[in-house]
């Protein structure tokens, strides 16, 4: 749990890191951080569960071009769930660029507020890499600013785990996982997802640490 007093966040938080990403083509790496912390986030442990505070998953892969970091939360929810555009909720995605892992070199900051039309969502990014000034728009499309794309909307929760797989594994002390998307726990469910496109050389060579955090700003309820 990280409180970032700079931006008097409070109350709610969590974390995720994704360790480092090596620039080298068809490298992954991928975290998971639901429910945590538990007792802010997890329907368990809280009446009022913050969903929209609630990291889920962070992906970041590369091409020869460009580095993609997909950062979601808020679920894994019901099909028939809206997104959760929070305006109260600010997100951080961290890139270390250079030793300690720990650095933030590159801070992206982003939260949801009204959109271009009364009644509809937006989302505002700050300290892109490489983009003059704020990157704002509409969710539910890809926006684009410098050579810098978002996408910022609903989708279907690409995350899996064999969580039957887990309890007969226990049981019977023989692995009886299995890669069937029915026996996911993730299965049919959705997320709230903000993908970004960076040109790769704006980040240098490599490797990469990223890590997210959000929290809610001070004063606020879910």
Do not use: W
């Not at 937006?122 to 499309?141: H, K, W």
């Amino acid at each position: 749990m990280q409180r970032k007093t700079k931006l008097a966040l409070a109350a709610a938080a969590s974390t995720s890191a994704l360790g480092a990403l090596l620039l080298v083509p068809g490298q992954l790496a991928l975290s998971a951080d639901h429910l945590d912390p538990p007792t802010l986030t997890n329907p368990a442990n809280t009446a009022n569960p913050d969903l929209a505070c609630d990291i889920a998953d962070d992906y970041a892969f590369h091409d020869a071009n460009f580095v993609y970091i997909a950062h979601t939360f808020g679920g894994p929810a019901a099909t028939d769930r809206p997104a959760f555009y929070d305006r109260n909720v600010m997100h951080t995605i961290m890139i270390s660029t250079s030793p300690p892992a720990t650095s933030s070199d590159v801070s992206i900051r982003f939260r949801f507020g009204p959109g271009a039309n009364s009644g509809e969502h937006g989302i505002l990014l700050e300290n892109l890499p490489g983009v003059n000034g704020n990157l704002v728009g509409p969710v539910e499309q890809i926006l684009s600013r410098d050579g810098v794309r978002v996408y910022a909307g609903l989708r279907d929760d690409p995350f899996f785990f064999d969580n039957v797989g887990l309890n007969l594994s226990r049981q019977t002390g023989v692995l009886q996982f299995t890669s069937n998307p029915s026996r996911s726990s993730f299965f049919a469910r959705n997320i709230t997802a903000v993908v970004l496109e960076i040109p790769r050389s704006r980040l240098g060579p490599g490797p990469l640490d990223i890590s997210s955090t959000c929290g809610r700003i001070q004063g606020t309820t879910p």
